[in-house]
């Protein structure tokens, strides 16, 4: 059984290139007082980083969104499925055309995560 991804992957990856935190704060933008400190709160988890950020960590290591934020990606899907199952039991889904495409799709959201689905179509990728 292979453990829980990590929340990200982003100091392995920065390691596998041999960059230091302030190489890729100055890629990724961060400006300021402390050099690499955006990009040490981002490797020890301490913060989520922006979408803006994501990004620039992708294009800098070459690598997907997914494959870098792994197990936030995990963690998000599990939350949206289980919102999306809630909302599939909502009142004022009404039996019109667009009532019902709501349902199905919020169906469709809870049941990737309970069938494992999601995890299968990335490794078979």
């Given at each position: ?36 400190s955006g990009v040490s709160r ?54 019109d055309p667009k009532g019902i ?25």
């Amino acid at each position: 059984m292979s453990s829980p991804p990590l929340q990200n992957y982003l100091r392995a990856n920065r390691k596998r290139l041999g960059l230091s935190q302030e190489e890729v704060a100055f890629l990724v933008g961060f400006l300021g007082a402390s050099k690499g400190s955006g990009v040490s709160r981002d490797e020890s988890f301490t913060r989520d980083p922006s979408l803006r950020s994501a990004l620039a960590y992708a294009l800098i290591y070459q690598k997907t969104i997914d494959e870098i934020f792994a197990g936030l990606r995990q963690e998000v899907e599990k939350e949206v499925a289980t919102r999306a199952k809630l909302l599939t039991y909502r009142k004022g889904l009404n039996n019109d055309p667009k009532g019902i495409r709501k349902r199905e799709l919020f169906a469709k959201l809870a049941a990737l995560l309970s069938k494992g689905s999601l995890k299968k179509k990335r490794d078979d990728k």
